[in-house]
């Protein structure tokens, strides 16, 4: 079996290639990413089993001929490049939808011109919006922000797929959690760092809005298992648990009782997201037993090199 | 024209051994030519402009259409990939050079189909646009091809007659409000008050893609 990332040198994809290289079905993996969040975690810490399998191309999604190149002999695409949400950042609408929303469709425009079997596309929870009631796959999206706006239009596009070939949304909780590829700007992993080697955390908010979480390793097996699983082809939410943001300063502060916390605007309530994870898919992909937080959080500090 | 009118004439460009060919882009009432010369000749290639811009309902009107009249439909794609379709701000063109956007993503690619083929049956109408009106049924085009405009003299009235009484399918999008379908970044929803005009490339004085002002000789 051969299989494509886009995004592959990205945060999930870190994780993702990690699964799939060790996996004997998988023949080739062929990292697609532009590299346009200078991130090299993916190509670092030694050669790992199943590197032979590995190749890398730096190239853009917005580049069909590239595309269809690369796309050739592939049986299997994740698409997982995106322009990702900054908290904050008052970013040109039009690049998110330039990435998420126009090269998903390039894309798939690429993908249906190709042998390709499978197409799995990573999407986010925040196509929902606001919701404090937690929300299922019945639930009708309402996208706020641009960039899950954008995902929401890429979504649409995929799903023209559905009936030509396997594919599967997966609406990704906030991810979370160490790898080679992890990001700094997502509220977990920045609490994390910012508690140990600052010793001091820096909270938007009030801190009672609750999000949708995932860990970095189980997006990463329950993508690699959609090679394995009977889970039906669909629109899916790939949740692990809901959490206030004052309950991870909580469960940090017990680990690191010195840690302060400041709030940056605490008359602020802002908006929550929270999303019923569907346990059946969960199942399905064989995410096993949840660790409570704490645990997780432990690991992730001693994954610190001071 | 009448049907028969219509059907008598592609017979004769037919049997005078003319190569034709027809362009759509799947709006409701471009249903009715393809419905039309469906019925005289489905073998009739129907390129379909996917300039990769399509709202994704587009794309699946056409397919259903294309299996319900069982048309030869034929995807047309730019040769000048996105990534190399960006302004000096980054952003695609369509958010600065639309002129220029639809050259590359319709004008160009067309013209490398006119060049293969002799007549281009194409579903323009006179009470479409002033460019339009200036029309004539068979009218000169480059390479020494002519266009011929079946549908110049019909008016919506006739188009919503034939589509009742042959039972059309509607594009989806139309339901929920929009009234002429293009391209997604250059199509609106008119709000009140609006007219159909400004439907597409809303606030520019742009009204045609460039499919009707450059392939066409005057
Ligand atoms: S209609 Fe708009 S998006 Fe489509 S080709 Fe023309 S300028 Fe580009």
Known sequence: MNILITGGAGYIGTGLVAKLAADDAVKKIVLYDNLSRPNYGVFLGGRRPGAEKIRFYKGELLDSRHLKMVLKDIDVVYHLAAKVTTPFANADAHLYEQVNHWGTAELVYAVEESNVRKFIYASSSGVYGDSNEAVDELSLPAPKSFYAISKLRGEEHVKRLMNKRDTYIFRCGNVYGYNRGMRFDAVINKFVFEANFQKRITVHGNGNQSRAFIHIDSVATALANVLKSDLKGGVYNLVERNIKVIDIVDELKQLIPDMEFIFINQHLTLHELNVKPNETVNQKLNLGELKPLQEELREFINRFSF | ?218
């Open chain 2, 1 to 218: 024209m009448t049907f028969e009118e219509i059907k008598s004439r592609l017979n004769s460009y037919k049997e005078a051994g003319k190569l034709m060919f027809t362009s759509s882009s799947f709006q409701s009432h471009s249903l009715v030519m393809l419905h039309i010369i469906s019925r005289v000749d489905n073998t009739i290639p129907v390129y379909f402009i996917n300039t990769g811009y399509h709202f994704p309902e587009t794309i699946q009107f056409r397919d259903h259409v294309t299996e319900a009249f069982k048309l030869n439909t034929i995807d047309l794609k730019p040769e000048v990939p996105k990534h190399m379709q960006m302004d000096s701000e980054g952003r695609l063109l369509f958010t600065s050079d639309p002129d220029h956007c639809c050259y590359l993503n319709k004008t160009q690619p067309m013209d490398g189909i006119l060049r293969s083929f002799d007549v281009w049956i194409n579903g323009v109408r006179a009470d479409q646009s002033a460019v339009r009106a200036a029309m004539k049924v068979e009218q000169p085009a480059p390479y020494n091809t002519v266009r011929f405009h079946p549908m110049l003299d019909w008016n919506s009235k006739m188009i919503w007659q034939y589509q009742k009484e042959f039972n059309l399918p509607k594009h989806p999008l139309e339901e929920k409000g929009y009234v002429s379908i293009g391209c997604e970044p250059c199509t609106r929803r008119l709000d009140p008050g609006m007219q159909e005009r400004e439907a597409r490339w809303y606030g520019l004085k742009k009204v045609e893609c460039g499919l009707h002002t450059e392939l066409v000789t005057k």
